[in-house]
Protein backbone atom coordinates (compact mmCIF):
# COMPACT_ATOMS: atom_id res chain seq x y z
CA UNK A 1 0.00 0.00 0.00
CA UNK A 2 2.71 2.55 0.96
CA UNK A 3 4.95 1.98 -2.24
CA UNK A 4 1.82 2.45 -4.42
CA UNK A 5 1.25 5.69 -2.88
CA UNK A 6 4.90 6.32 -3.37
CA UNK A 7 5.02 4.97 -6.50
CA UNK A 8 1.66 7.60 -7.12
CA UNK A 9 3.50 10.39 -6.20
CA UNK A 10 6.89 10.00 -8.22
CA UNK A 11 4.83 9.43 -10.85
CA UNK A 12 3.14 12.70 -10.12
CA UNK A 13 6.20 14.70 -9.58
CA UNK A 14 7.72 13.31 -12.96
CA UNK A 15 4.64 13.99 -14.31
CA UNK A 16 5.02 18.01 -13.49
CA UNK A 17 8.90 17.81 -14.17
CA UNK A 18 7.62 17.11 -18.09
CA UNK A 19 4.70 19.78 -18.05
CA UNK A 20 6.87 22.53 -17.00
CA UNK A 21 9.38 21.31 -19.26
CA UNK A 22 6.99 20.97 -22.15
CA UNK A 23 5.31 24.52 -21.01
CA UNK A 24 8.46 26.29 -21.12
CA UNK A 25 8.85 25.28 -24.65
CA UNK A 26 10.16 22.02 -24.89
CA UNK A 27 7.15 20.24 -27.21
CA UNK A 28 8.84 17.01 -27.51
CA UNK A 29 8.37 16.37 -23.75
CA UNK A 30 4.58 15.29 -24.93
CA UNK A 31 5.50 12.29 -26.41
CA UNK A 32 7.41 11.02 -23.71
CA UNK A 33 4.00 12.05 -21.74
CA UNK A 34 2.11 9.47 -24.35
CA UNK A 35 4.60 6.89 -23.48
CA UNK A 36 3.96 7.17 -19.94
CA UNK A 37 0.27 6.81 -19.60
CA UNK A 38 -0.50 5.40 -23.23
CA UNK A 39 -1.20 2.22 -21.95
CA UNK A 40 -3.08 2.73 -18.83
CA UNK A 41 -5.37 5.27 -20.44
CA UNK A 42 -5.98 2.65 -23.52
CA UNK A 43 -6.93 0.04 -21.16
CA UNK A 44 -9.26 2.48 -19.29
CA UNK A 45 -10.89 3.49 -22.99
CA UNK A 46 -11.08 -0.16 -24.00
CA UNK A 47 -13.13 -0.95 -21.03
CA UNK A 48 -14.65 1.81 -21.04
CA UNK A 49 -15.95 1.55 -24.64
CA UNK A 50 -15.70 -2.43 -25.08
CA UNK A 51 -14.22 -2.24 -28.79
CA UNK A 52 -10.84 -1.36 -29.67
CA UNK A 53 -11.21 0.66 -32.87
CA UNK A 54 -13.31 2.79 -30.42
CA UNK A 55 -10.58 2.95 -28.03
CA UNK A 56 -7.95 4.25 -29.78
CA UNK A 57 -9.83 6.86 -31.42
CA UNK A 58 -10.85 8.23 -27.82
CA UNK A 59 -7.73 7.44 -26.73
CA UNK A 60 -6.12 9.64 -29.69
CA UNK A 61 -8.72 12.06 -28.89
CA UNK A 62 -8.28 12.33 -25.49
CA UNK A 63 -4.42 13.12 -25.90
CA UNK A 64 -4.82 15.62 -28.41
CA UNK A 65 -7.22 17.26 -26.30
CA UNK A 66 -4.11 17.14 -23.35
CA UNK A 67 -1.91 18.57 -25.82
CA UNK A 68 -3.85 21.53 -27.20
CA UNK A 69 -4.58 22.75 -23.24
CA UNK A 70 -1.72 21.36 -21.89
CA UNK A 71 0.09 24.81 -21.86
CA UNK A 72 -2.81 25.93 -20.27
CA UNK A 73 -2.82 22.83 -17.11
CA UNK A 74 -2.45 24.57 -14.10
CA UNK A 75 -1.69 21.79 -11.65
CA UNK A 76 -4.75 22.43 -9.68
CA UNK A 77 -5.05 18.14 -9.51
CA UNK A 78 -2.46 15.92 -10.81
CA UNK A 79 -1.65 15.29 -14.60
CA UNK A 80 -3.52 11.94 -14.47
CA UNK A 81 -6.25 12.67 -12.90
CA UNK A 82 -7.19 15.51 -15.27
CA UNK A 83 -5.89 13.03 -18.18
CA UNK A 84 -8.01 10.30 -17.40
CA UNK A 85 -11.24 13.05 -16.86
CA UNK A 86 -10.82 13.56 -20.15
CA UNK A 87 -10.73 10.12 -21.48
CA UNK A 88 -13.96 9.36 -19.30
CA UNK A 89 -15.85 12.28 -20.95
CA UNK A 90 -14.58 11.27 -24.06
CA UNK A 91 -15.76 7.99 -24.03
CA UNK A 92 -18.87 8.74 -22.49
CA UNK A 93 -19.58 10.82 -25.25
CA UNK A 94 -18.88 7.99 -27.33
CA UNK A 95 -21.65 5.78 -25.66
CA UNK A 96 -24.01 8.64 -26.11
CA UNK A 97 -24.01 8.61 -30.01
CA UNK A 98 -27.03 6.59 -31.16
CA UNK A 99 -24.85 4.93 -34.03
CA UNK A 100 -22.78 3.51 -31.26
CA UNK A 101 -25.39 1.92 -29.34
CA UNK A 102 -26.97 0.69 -32.70
CA UNK A 103 -23.88 -1.35 -33.03
CA UNK A 104 -23.61 -3.41 -30.06
CA UNK A 105 -20.53 -5.07 -29.84
CA UNK A 106 -20.20 -8.93 -28.31
CA UNK A 107 -16.93 -10.39 -27.21
CA UNK A 108 -14.81 -11.62 -29.99
CA UNK A 109 -12.08 -14.04 -28.99
CA UNK A 110 -10.45 -12.61 -32.37
CA UNK A 111 -10.15 -8.80 -30.42
CA UNK A 112 -7.26 -7.88 -31.44
CA UNK A 113 -5.29 -6.88 -28.26
CA UNK A 114 -7.61 -9.05 -26.08
CA UNK A 115 -5.12 -11.19 -25.34
CA UNK A 116 -1.26 -11.28 -25.69
CA UNK A 117 -1.08 -14.71 -26.47
CA UNK A 118 -2.22 -14.68 -30.15
CA UNK A 119 -3.42 -18.56 -29.68
CA UNK A 120 -6.05 -18.26 -27.43
CA UNK A 121 -8.59 -18.25 -30.06
CA UNK A 122 -7.34 -21.87 -31.29
CA UNK A 123 -7.00 -22.61 -27.32
CA UNK A 124 -10.11 -22.23 -26.50
CA UNK A 125 -11.87 -24.42 -29.19
CA UNK A 126 -9.80 -27.42 -28.70
CA UNK A 127 -10.09 -28.84 -25.69
CA UNK A 128 -7.45 -31.39 -25.85
CA UNK A 129 -4.85 -28.58 -25.66
CA UNK A 130 -5.50 -26.45 -22.50
CA UNK A 131 -5.58 -27.72 -19.24
CA UNK A 132 -9.37 -27.39 -17.86
CA UNK A 133 -8.28 -24.70 -15.40
CA UNK A 134 -7.05 -22.47 -17.86
CA UNK A 135 -10.13 -22.68 -19.79
CA UNK A 136 -11.83 -22.16 -17.01
CA UNK A 137 -10.34 -19.00 -15.96
CA UNK A 138 -10.58 -17.93 -19.37
CA UNK A 139 -14.14 -18.77 -19.96
CA UNK A 140 -14.51 -16.59 -16.80
CA UNK A 141 -12.49 -13.69 -18.16
CA UNK A 142 -14.29 -14.07 -20.95
CA UNK A 143 -17.92 -13.79 -18.84
CA UNK A 144 -16.54 -10.63 -16.39
CA UNK A 145 -15.23 -8.71 -19.73
CA UNK A 146 -19.28 -9.29 -20.93
CA UNK A 147 -20.79 -8.39 -17.76
CA UNK A 148 -18.66 -5.44 -17.45
CA UNK A 149 -19.78 -4.19 -20.87
CA UNK A 150 -23.87 -4.78 -20.43
CA UNK A 151 -23.05 -2.68 -17.55
CA UNK A 152 -24.55 1.09 -17.74
CA UNK A 153 -22.10 3.58 -18.67
CA UNK A 154 -22.36 5.29 -14.64
CA UNK A 155 -21.40 1.99 -13.32
CA UNK A 156 -18.79 0.84 -16.19
CA UNK A 157 -16.84 3.89 -15.51
CA UNK A 158 -17.06 3.88 -11.58
CA UNK A 159 -16.36 -0.46 -11.35
CA UNK A 160 -13.47 -0.14 -14.38
CA UNK A 161 -11.43 3.20 -12.66
CA UNK A 162 -11.99 1.38 -9.04
CA UNK A 163 -11.59 -2.61 -9.54
CA UNK A 164 -9.46 -2.40 -12.48
CA UNK A 165 -7.53 0.59 -13.06
CA UNK A 166 -7.05 0.96 -8.68
CA UNK A 167 -7.65 4.36 -8.49
CA UNK A 168 -8.42 5.69 -5.20
CA UNK A 169 -12.55 7.29 -4.41
CA UNK A 170 -10.60 10.61 -3.78
CA UNK A 171 -9.39 10.73 -7.23
CA UNK A 172 -12.11 9.03 -9.22
CA UNK A 173 -14.06 11.95 -7.30
CA UNK A 174 -11.79 14.22 -9.36
CA UNK A 175 -12.13 11.91 -13.00
CA UNK A 176 -15.54 12.13 -12.66
CA UNK A 177 -16.97 14.90 -10.88
CA UNK A 178 -19.27 13.06 -8.85
CA UNK A 179 -19.93 13.23 -4.82
CA UNK A 180 -18.27 10.04 -2.79
CA UNK A 181 -21.48 8.98 -1.84
CA UNK A 182 -22.91 8.60 -5.94
CA UNK A 183 -19.36 7.15 -6.24
CA UNK A 184 -19.68 5.14 -3.18
CA UNK A 185 -23.24 3.65 -4.37
CA UNK A 186 -22.55 3.37 -7.60
CA UNK A 187 -19.61 0.80 -7.35
CA UNK A 188 -21.92 -1.29 -5.00
CA UNK A 189 -24.38 -1.62 -7.55
CA UNK A 190 -21.88 -2.52 -10.33
CA UNK A 191 -20.40 -5.02 -7.91
CA UNK A 192 -24.10 -6.15 -7.35
CA UNK A 193 -25.02 -6.45 -11.23
CA UNK A 194 -21.70 -8.01 -11.92
CA UNK A 195 -22.41 -10.95 -9.52
CA UNK A 196 -25.56 -11.39 -10.62
CA UNK A 197 -25.05 -11.46 -14.54
CA UNK A 198 -21.61 -13.99 -14.08
CA UNK A 199 -23.71 -15.82 -12.07
CA UNK A 200 -26.10 -16.80 -14.48
CA UNK A 201 -23.62 -17.34 -17.49
CA UNK A 202 -21.96 -20.04 -15.12
CA UNK A 203 -25.09 -21.33 -14.89
CA UNK A 204 -25.94 -21.54 -18.22
CA UNK A 205 -22.68 -22.82 -18.83
CA UNK A 206 -23.26 -25.82 -16.29
CA UNK A 207 -26.45 -27.30 -17.96
CA UNK B 1 -27.96 -5.87 11.91
CA UNK B 2 -29.33 -8.18 9.45
CA UNK B 3 -28.67 -9.65 6.12
CA UNK B 4 -30.08 -6.89 3.92
CA UNK B 5 -28.60 -4.13 5.66
CA UNK B 6 -25.19 -5.93 6.07
CA UNK B 7 -25.14 -6.57 2.24
CA UNK B 8 -26.05 -2.96 1.48
CA UNK B 9 -22.75 -2.41 3.57
CA UNK B 10 -20.69 -5.11 2.13
CA UNK B 11 -18.88 -2.65 -1.17
CA UNK B 12 -17.46 -0.52 1.42
CA UNK B 13 -16.42 -2.90 3.79
CA UNK B 14 -14.32 -4.46 1.09
CA UNK B 15 -12.67 -1.37 0.27
CA UNK B 16 -12.29 -0.45 3.96
CA UNK B 17 -13.59 2.51 3.80
CA UNK B 18 -16.73 1.93 6.46
CA UNK B 19 -16.90 4.19 9.52
CA UNK B 20 -15.87 2.10 12.68
CA UNK B 21 -18.94 1.29 14.43
CA UNK B 22 -20.65 0.45 11.64
CA UNK B 23 -17.38 -1.41 10.13
CA UNK B 24 -17.97 -3.60 13.81
CA UNK B 25 -21.58 -4.30 13.13
CA UNK B 26 -21.02 -5.65 10.06
CA UNK B 27 -18.30 -7.80 11.23
CA UNK B 28 -20.03 -9.10 13.98
CA UNK B 29 -23.41 -10.51 11.65
CA UNK B 30 -20.94 -12.32 9.57
CA UNK B 31 -18.75 -14.12 12.12
CA UNK B 32 -22.58 -15.60 12.88
CA UNK B 33 -23.80 -15.71 9.29
CA UNK B 34 -22.73 -18.24 6.88
CA UNK B 35 -25.06 -16.60 3.93
CA UNK B 36 -23.41 -13.36 4.16
CA UNK B 37 -19.80 -14.86 4.43
CA UNK B 38 -20.49 -16.75 1.27
CA UNK B 39 -21.73 -13.20 -0.21
CA UNK B 40 -18.47 -11.70 0.96
CA UNK B 41 -16.57 -14.09 -0.40
CA UNK B 42 -17.53 -14.04 -3.81
CA UNK B 43 -17.63 -10.25 -3.80
CA UNK B 44 -13.70 -10.56 -2.60
CA UNK B 45 -13.19 -12.76 -5.54
CA UNK B 46 -14.88 -10.85 -8.71
CA UNK B 47 -12.61 -7.95 -7.02
CA UNK B 48 -9.88 -10.24 -7.70
CA UNK B 49 -10.93 -10.92 -11.23
CA UNK B 50 -11.51 -7.54 -12.06
CA UNK B 51 -7.69 -6.49 -10.63
CA UNK B 52 -6.21 -9.41 -12.70
CA UNK B 53 -7.99 -9.17 -15.60
CA UNK B 54 -5.45 -8.57 -18.55
CA UNK B 55 -4.71 -5.24 -19.77
CA UNK B 56 -5.44 -4.44 -23.18
CA UNK B 57 -2.34 -2.94 -25.19
CA UNK B 58 -2.42 -0.19 -27.64
CA UNK B 59 -1.05 -0.44 -30.86
CA UNK B 60 2.46 -0.55 -31.13
CA UNK B 61 2.54 2.53 -33.55
CA UNK B 62 0.06 5.19 -31.46
CA UNK B 63 2.59 7.33 -30.45
CA UNK B 64 3.13 7.41 -34.92
CA UNK B 65 -0.86 7.21 -35.48
CA UNK B 66 -1.30 10.34 -32.38
CA UNK B 67 1.32 12.39 -34.66
CA UNK B 68 -0.14 11.85 -37.97
CA UNK B 69 -3.66 12.89 -36.70
CA UNK B 70 -2.04 15.70 -35.49
CA UNK B 71 -0.58 16.93 -37.95
CA UNK B 72 -3.41 16.61 -40.00
CA UNK B 73 -5.68 18.51 -37.73
CA UNK B 74 -2.84 21.31 -37.17
CA UNK B 75 -2.74 21.92 -41.32
CA UNK B 76 -6.05 22.27 -41.16
CA UNK B 77 -6.47 25.18 -38.77
CA UNK B 78 -3.21 26.56 -40.02
CA UNK B 79 -4.57 27.48 -43.27
CA UNK B 80 -8.30 28.81 -41.66
CA UNK B 81 -6.07 30.81 -39.14
CA UNK B 82 -3.61 32.58 -42.33
CA UNK B 83 -7.17 33.71 -43.50
CA UNK B 84 -8.06 35.72 -40.98
CA UNK B 85 -5.84 38.97 -39.96
CA UNK B 86 -6.50 39.57 -36.25
CA UNK B 87 -7.98 43.41 -35.93
CA UNK B 88 -8.62 44.82 -32.16
CA UNK B 89 -12.07 46.91 -32.73
CA UNK B 90 -13.88 47.60 -29.83
CA UNK B 91 -17.61 46.33 -30.98
CA UNK B 92 -19.82 43.71 -29.30
CA UNK B 93 -19.05 40.56 -30.87
CA UNK B 94 -22.10 40.17 -32.69
CA UNK B 95 -21.97 43.29 -34.88
CA UNK B 96 -18.30 42.42 -35.18
CA UNK B 97 -18.70 39.95 -37.60
CA UNK B 98 -21.00 41.93 -40.09
CA UNK B 99 -18.60 44.50 -39.87
CA UNK B 100 -15.84 42.76 -41.23
CA UNK B 101 -17.26 40.78 -43.39
CA UNK B 102 -18.82 43.88 -44.67
CA UNK B 103 -15.06 45.05 -44.73
CA UNK B 104 -13.45 41.90 -46.28
CA UNK B 105 -16.52 42.00 -48.98
CA UNK B 106 -15.61 45.38 -50.18
CA UNK B 107 -11.77 44.10 -49.94
CA UNK B 108 -13.07 41.15 -52.37
CA UNK B 109 -14.64 43.47 -55.14
CA UNK B 110 -11.66 45.62 -54.78
CA UNK B 111 -9.05 42.76 -55.83
CA UNK B 112 -11.22 42.13 -59.06
CA UNK B 113 -9.90 45.66 -60.24
CA UNK B 114 -6.62 45.03 -59.56
CA UNK B 115 -3.89 44.47 -62.25
CA UNK B 116 -4.49 40.54 -62.14
CA UNK B 117 -7.59 40.32 -64.03
CA UNK B 118 -9.09 38.11 -61.93
CA UNK B 119 -12.73 37.67 -61.84
CA UNK B 120 -14.38 37.88 -58.14
CA UNK B 121 -16.97 36.90 -56.58
CA UNK B 122 -18.56 39.01 -53.53
CA UNK B 123 -17.81 37.14 -50.30
CA UNK B 124 -21.57 36.44 -49.84
CA UNK B 125 -21.34 33.72 -52.55
CA UNK B 126 -19.01 31.59 -50.65
CA UNK B 127 -20.63 29.18 -48.24
CA UNK B 128 -20.79 29.97 -44.78
CA UNK B 129 -17.47 28.43 -43.53
CA UNK B 130 -15.30 30.67 -45.76
CA UNK B 131 -17.33 33.70 -43.62
CA UNK B 132 -14.86 32.26 -40.66
CA UNK B 133 -12.34 34.11 -42.33
CA UNK B 134 -13.86 37.73 -42.03
CA UNK B 135 -15.80 36.31 -38.83
CA UNK B 136 -12.48 35.62 -37.56
CA UNK B 137 -10.91 39.01 -38.38
CA UNK B 138 -12.68 40.57 -35.73
CA UNK B 139 -13.51 38.20 -33.34
CA UNK B 140 -10.15 36.50 -32.16
CA UNK B 141 -8.76 39.19 -30.16
CA UNK B 142 -12.69 40.43 -28.76
CA UNK B 143 -11.81 38.49 -25.54
CA UNK B 144 -14.89 39.91 -23.87
CA UNK B 145 -17.14 41.48 -26.28
CA UNK B 146 -17.19 44.71 -23.66
CA UNK B 147 -16.92 47.91 -24.25
CA UNK B 148 -13.72 48.36 -22.78
CA UNK B 149 -11.31 47.76 -25.52
CA UNK B 150 -9.83 50.24 -27.85
CA UNK B 151 -8.44 49.54 -31.14
CA UNK B 152 -4.71 49.46 -30.77
CA UNK B 153 -2.62 49.67 -33.83
CA UNK B 154 0.38 48.36 -32.16
CA UNK B 155 -1.30 44.83 -31.85
CA UNK B 156 -3.11 44.94 -35.11
CA UNK B 157 0.29 45.65 -36.69
CA UNK B 158 2.05 43.34 -34.31
CA UNK B 159 -0.72 40.49 -34.91
CA UNK B 160 -0.77 41.17 -38.67
CA UNK B 161 3.26 40.45 -38.73
CA UNK B 162 3.23 37.46 -36.66
CA UNK B 163 0.52 35.79 -39.31
CA UNK B 164 0.83 35.47 -43.38
CA UNK B 165 -0.46 38.29 -44.54
CA UNK B 166 -3.03 38.23 -47.57
CA UNK B 167 -6.27 36.63 -48.86
CA UNK B 168 -6.34 36.96 -52.30
CA UNK B 169 -9.83 35.62 -54.03
CA UNK B 170 -9.99 34.45 -57.18
CA UNK B 171 -13.30 33.36 -58.22
CA UNK B 172 -16.36 33.84 -61.38
CA UNK B 173 -19.02 35.63 -60.28
CA UNK B 174 -21.07 39.16 -61.45
CA UNK B 175 -22.42 40.59 -57.63
CA UNK B 176 -18.59 42.87 -58.00
CA UNK B 177 -20.58 45.16 -60.48
CA UNK B 178 -22.83 46.01 -57.74
CA UNK B 179 -20.05 47.74 -55.94
CA UNK B 180 -20.12 51.59 -55.90
CA UNK B 181 -17.47 53.12 -57.76
CA UNK B 182 -16.64 55.72 -54.42
CA UNK B 183 -15.90 52.42 -52.70
CA UNK B 184 -13.63 50.66 -55.85
CA UNK B 185 -11.61 53.91 -55.34
CA UNK B 186 -10.60 54.38 -51.73
CA UNK B 187 -9.44 50.78 -51.14
CA UNK B 188 -5.71 49.87 -52.50
CA UNK B 189 -6.52 46.38 -50.99
CA UNK B 190 -5.72 44.64 -53.89
CA UNK B 191 -2.30 45.59 -54.00
CA UNK B 192 -1.92 46.23 -49.67
CA UNK B 193 -4.13 43.17 -48.89
CA UNK B 194 -2.43 40.71 -50.79
CA UNK B 195 0.94 41.93 -50.92
CA UNK B 196 4.17 41.32 -48.63
CA UNK B 197 3.75 43.00 -45.36
CA UNK B 198 5.19 46.69 -45.59
CA UNK B 199 6.78 47.70 -42.77
CA UNK B 200 5.53 50.28 -42.04
CA UNK B 201 1.73 50.62 -42.21
CA UNK B 202 0.44 46.83 -41.89
CA UNK B 203 -2.56 45.76 -44.43
CA UNK B 204 -5.37 45.50 -41.98
CA UNK B 205 -4.89 49.24 -40.82
CA UNK B 206 -4.30 50.69 -44.17
CA UNK B 207 -7.90 49.18 -45.56
CA UNK B 208 -9.55 49.82 -42.38
CA UNK B 209 -8.59 53.94 -42.84
CA UNK B 210 -8.88 53.96 -46.34
CA UNK B 211 -12.41 52.32 -46.53
CA UNK B 212 -13.64 54.82 -43.32
CA UNK B 213 -15.30 57.06 -45.59
CA UNK B 214 -16.93 54.74 -48.06
CA UNK B 215 -17.73 52.61 -45.52
CA UNK B 216 -21.67 52.89 -45.23
CA UNK B 217 -22.54 52.49 -48.64
CA UNK B 218 -20.69 49.15 -49.50
CA UNK B 219 -22.12 47.75 -46.67
CA UNK B 220 -25.69 48.38 -47.32
CA UNK B 221 -25.28 47.18 -51.06
CA UNK B 222 -23.80 43.82 -49.26
CA UNK B 223 -25.61 43.16 -46.52
CA UNK B 224 -28.90 43.14 -48.42
CA UNK B 225 -29.26 39.78 -49.64
CA UNK B 226 -31.16 37.57 -46.68
CA UNK B 227 -28.27 35.06 -46.70
CA UNK B 228 -25.95 37.52 -45.50
CA UNK B 229 -28.16 39.23 -42.90
CA UNK B 230 -29.23 35.93 -41.75
CA UNK B 231 -25.96 34.64 -40.48
CA UNK B 232 -24.34 37.19 -38.66
CA UNK B 233 -27.26 39.11 -37.56
CA UNK B 234 -30.30 36.51 -36.73
CA UNK B 235 -29.24 36.15 -33.42
CA UNK B 236 -31.96 37.51 -30.79
CA UNK B 237 -33.30 39.82 -33.13
CA UNK B 238 -37.13 38.82 -31.76
CA UNK B 239 -39.97 39.71 -33.84
CA UNK B 240 -38.37 41.92 -36.89
CA UNK B 241 -39.38 40.26 -40.26
CA UNK B 242 -37.44 42.33 -42.65
CA UNK B 243 -33.74 41.07 -42.41
CA UNK B 244 -32.54 43.37 -44.82
CA UNK B 245 -34.15 46.35 -42.96
CA UNK B 246 -32.93 45.16 -39.86
CA UNK B 247 -29.19 44.93 -40.78
CA UNK B 248 -29.63 48.77 -41.86
CA UNK B 249 -30.40 49.99 -38.87
CA UNK B 250 -27.87 47.71 -37.21
CA UNK B 251 -25.07 49.23 -39.27
CA UNK B 252 -25.69 52.42 -38.90
CA UNK B 253 -23.66 52.97 -35.91
CA UNK B 254 -21.61 50.31 -36.46
CA UNK B 255 -20.07 52.49 -39.65
CA UNK B 256 -20.28 55.24 -37.56
CA UNK B 257 -17.85 53.02 -34.85
CA UNK B 258 -15.19 52.03 -37.44
CA UNK B 259 -15.36 55.34 -38.65
CA UNK B 260 -14.45 57.03 -35.27
CA UNK B 261 -12.18 53.76 -34.59
CA UNK B 262 -9.95 53.68 -37.75
CA UNK B 263 -9.79 57.87 -37.54
CA UNK B 264 -9.37 58.20 -33.72
CA UNK B 265 -8.13 54.96 -32.78
CA UNK B 266 -10.91 55.77 -30.03
CA UNK B 267 -13.28 53.74 -27.65
CA UNK B 268 -15.98 53.38 -29.50
CA UNK B 269 -20.06 53.45 -27.64
CA UNK B 270 -22.69 51.67 -29.27
CA UNK B 271 -25.57 53.67 -28.95
CA UNK B 272 -27.70 52.12 -25.59
CA UNK B 273 -30.51 50.27 -27.41
CA UNK B 274 -27.93 48.65 -29.51
CA UNK B 275 -27.03 47.15 -25.62
CA UNK B 276 -29.90 46.48 -24.39
CA UNK B 277 -30.61 44.08 -26.76
CA UNK B 278 -27.37 42.05 -26.87
CA UNK B 279 -28.04 42.30 -22.82
CA UNK B 280 -31.42 40.75 -23.77
CA UNK B 281 -30.58 38.20 -25.79
CA UNK B 282 -27.79 37.04 -23.30
CA UNK B 283 -30.33 36.66 -20.18
CA UNK B 284 -33.57 35.33 -21.61
CA UNK B 285 -34.23 32.19 -19.18
CA UNK B 286 -36.00 29.23 -20.25
CA UNK B 287 -34.29 27.08 -18.16
CA UNK B 288 -32.35 27.57 -14.68
CA UNK B 289 -28.96 25.66 -14.26
CA UNK B 290 -29.05 22.94 -12.60
CA UNK B 291 -25.32 21.97 -10.83
CA UNK B 292 -23.67 18.77 -12.93
CA UNK B 293 -26.52 18.05 -16.01
CA UNK B 294 -25.08 19.21 -18.60
CA UNK B 295 -27.21 21.58 -20.76
CA UNK B 296 -28.31 20.17 -23.82
CA UNK B 297 -28.08 22.82 -27.11
CA UNK B 298 -28.16 21.96 -31.07
CA UNK B 299 -26.56 24.13 -32.98
CA UNK B 300 -28.26 23.90 -37.37
CA UNK B 301 -24.88 24.96 -39.22
CA UNK B 302 -26.28 26.59 -42.70
CA UNK B 303 -25.23 24.21 -45.12
CA UNK B 304 -22.38 25.02 -47.76
CA UNK B 305 -23.18 25.89 -51.48
CA UNK B 306 -22.94 22.74 -53.49
CA UNK B 307 -22.40 24.98 -56.69
CA UNK B 308 -19.19 26.68 -56.00
CA UNK B 309 -17.11 24.83 -54.35
CA UNK B 310 -13.57 26.08 -53.01
CA UNK B 311 -10.33 25.28 -52.40
CA UNK B 312 -7.81 26.45 -50.51
CA UNK B 313 -4.44 25.81 -50.83
CA UNK B 314 -1.17 27.87 -49.80
CA UNK B 315 1.48 29.39 -52.22
CA UNK B 316 4.18 26.25 -51.82
CA UNK B 317 0.96 23.98 -53.30
CA UNK B 318 0.14 25.75 -55.73
CA UNK B 319 3.00 27.18 -57.38
CA UNK B 320 1.48 28.67 -60.62
CA UNK B 321 -0.67 30.91 -58.34
CA UNK B 322 2.00 31.72 -56.11
CA UNK B 323 3.05 35.58 -55.29
CA UNK B 324 6.44 36.08 -54.07
CA UNK B 325 5.93 37.43 -50.89
CA UNK B 326 8.95 38.26 -48.47
CA UNK B 327 6.86 37.50 -45.46
CA UNK B 328 4.29 34.68 -44.54
CA UNK B 329 2.48 32.47 -47.29
CA UNK B 330 0.43 33.93 -49.83
CA UNK B 331 -2.82 31.88 -49.88
CA UNK B 332 -4.97 31.22 -52.49
CA UNK B 333 -8.49 30.62 -52.78
CA UNK B 334 -9.64 29.08 -56.22
CA UNK B 335 -12.65 27.75 -57.52
CA UNK B 336 -12.92 24.29 -58.56
CA UNK B 337 -15.06 21.85 -59.46
CA UNK B 338 -17.87 20.80 -57.43
CA UNK B 339 -16.28 18.08 -54.95
CA UNK B 340 -18.10 15.21 -54.00
CA UNK B 341 -18.43 15.44 -50.48
CA UNK B 342 -21.39 15.95 -48.89
CA UNK B 343 -22.32 19.54 -48.27
CA UNK B 344 -23.11 18.77 -44.75
CA UNK B 345 -19.42 17.41 -44.33
CA UNK B 346 -17.61 20.20 -45.44
CA UNK B 347 -20.23 22.67 -43.11
CA UNK B 348 -19.73 20.91 -39.72
CA UNK B 349 -15.97 19.92 -40.54
CA UNK B 350 -15.47 23.67 -41.00
CA UNK B 351 -17.82 24.56 -38.02
CA UNK B 352 -15.39 23.50 -35.53
CA UNK B 353 -12.38 25.77 -35.39
CA UNK B 354 -14.82 28.83 -35.12
CA UNK B 355 -16.29 26.38 -32.62
CA UNK B 356 -13.21 26.17 -30.85
CA UNK B 357 -12.50 29.62 -30.76
CA UNK B 358 -15.73 30.86 -29.26
CA UNK B 359 -15.01 28.37 -26.53
CA UNK B 360 -11.49 29.45 -25.81
CA UNK B 361 -13.34 33.26 -25.55
CA UNK B 362 -15.31 32.27 -22.77
CA UNK B 363 -12.34 30.84 -20.66
CA UNK B 364 -14.19 27.43 -20.80
CA UNK B 365 -12.75 24.35 -22.55
CA UNK B 366 -13.50 22.22 -25.53
CA UNK B 367 -13.37 19.18 -23.46
CA UNK B 368 -14.43 16.01 -26.39
CA UNK B 369 -15.68 15.84 -29.81
CA UNK B 370 -17.59 13.15 -31.21
CA UNK B 371 -17.54 11.52 -34.24
CA UNK B 372 -20.18 10.17 -36.82
CA UNK B 373 -19.14 6.47 -36.54
CA UNK B 374 -16.38 5.79 -39.20
CA UNK B 375 -16.01 9.18 -40.62
CA UNK B 376 -14.45 12.72 -39.76
CA UNK B 377 -17.77 14.52 -39.39
CA UNK B 378 -18.31 16.21 -35.73
CA UNK B 379 -21.91 15.29 -34.65
CA UNK B 380 -21.29 16.66 -31.20
CA UNK B 381 -19.16 18.13 -28.71
CA UNK B 382 -19.32 18.51 -25.43
CA UNK B 383 -17.89 21.67 -23.59
CA UNK B 384 -17.52 22.90 -20.17
CA UNK B 385 -18.78 26.75 -19.48
CA UNK B 386 -17.76 29.21 -16.89
CA UNK B 387 -21.52 30.11 -16.06
CA UNK B 388 -21.10 33.80 -15.78
CA UNK B 389 -20.12 33.68 -19.45
CA UNK B 390 -22.57 31.84 -20.62
CA UNK B 391 -24.87 34.47 -22.35
CA UNK B 392 -21.99 35.92 -23.86
CA UNK B 393 -21.19 31.73 -25.02
CA UNK B 394 -24.88 31.71 -26.51
CA UNK B 395 -24.65 34.94 -28.69
CA UNK B 396 -21.54 33.94 -30.22
CA UNK B 397 -22.52 30.01 -31.01
CA UNK B 398 -25.83 31.93 -33.00
CA UNK B 399 -23.48 33.54 -35.00
CA UNK B 400 -22.44 30.09 -36.23
CA UNK B 401 -25.51 29.06 -36.87
CA UNK B 402 -29.12 28.75 -35.49
CA UNK B 403 -29.40 27.74 -31.73
CA UNK B 404 -31.97 25.59 -30.56
CA UNK B 405 -32.50 24.27 -26.82
CA UNK B 406 -32.82 26.21 -23.87
CA UNK B 407 -31.58 29.34 -23.42
CA UNK B 408 -29.55 29.45 -20.17
CA UNK B 409 -29.82 32.03 -17.35
CA UNK B 410 -26.32 32.46 -15.84
CA UNK B 411 -27.48 34.88 -12.91
CA UNK B 412 -26.78 33.71 -9.48
CA UNK B 413 -24.36 30.67 -10.52
CA UNK B 414 -21.36 32.51 -11.40
CA UNK B 415 -18.89 29.83 -9.43
CA UNK B 416 -20.34 26.75 -11.40
CA UNK B 417 -18.59 25.64 -14.87
CA UNK B 418 -21.67 24.25 -16.73
CA UNK B 419 -21.16 20.80 -19.20
CA UNK B 420 -22.90 21.91 -22.65
CA UNK B 421 -23.21 19.28 -25.10
CA UNK B 422 -23.75 20.46 -28.73
CA UNK B 423 -24.88 18.32 -31.33
CA UNK B 424 -23.94 19.74 -34.70
CA UNK B 425 -26.76 19.69 -37.33
CA UNK B 426 -27.32 20.84 -41.09
CA UNK B 427 -31.01 22.06 -41.42
Not at chain 1, 54 to 77: C, G, H, M, P, W
Not at chain 2, 333 to 348: C, D, G, L, N
Request: proline share 6%; hydrophobic share 35%.
Amino acid sequence: MNEHVKDTGRSAREDEILIRAFQEGDKAVFDELVLKHQHKLFNLCYRLSGDYQEANDAAQETFIKVYESLKRFRFESAFSTWLYRIAVNTCKNKFKSSTYRQKEKTVSLDNPGLSQDDDSALEIRDDTYSPAKELEKKERMRAIEEAIRMLPPEQKTVVTLRDIEGFSYEEIVQITGTTLGTIKSRLARARLDLRKRLRSVMQDELR
Amino acid sequence: MNCGKVREHLSEYMDESLEATTKASVEEHLSACKDCQKEVASLRMLINDLDSMETVAPPKDFLEQLHKRMERRSRFSRILDTLSVPMRVKLPVKFAGAVVVAILAFTIFQVQKDQYGKKMTPLMQEPVPSESSPLRMAKSPLVNGTQEEVLDTETVREKAKQQPQAVRVAAKGDEAKRLPDNGAKEVASGETMSGPSPQEGDPIELSQKRMATPMQEPIRSQISPPKMAKAPLETGVQGEADNAGVVKEWMKPISQAVQQVAQKDEAINLPDNVMKKIAHVGTKADQPLRKGVPIELSLVIERVQSTQAFEVTSAMEAPHRAQETKVGRTLTVREVAPTTQPEREKSIEQILPRLREVIERTGGELVSVEYEEGTHIPESVYVEIPAEEIGKFQIDLQELGELHGALIDPMGEAELIMPIRIDLLTP
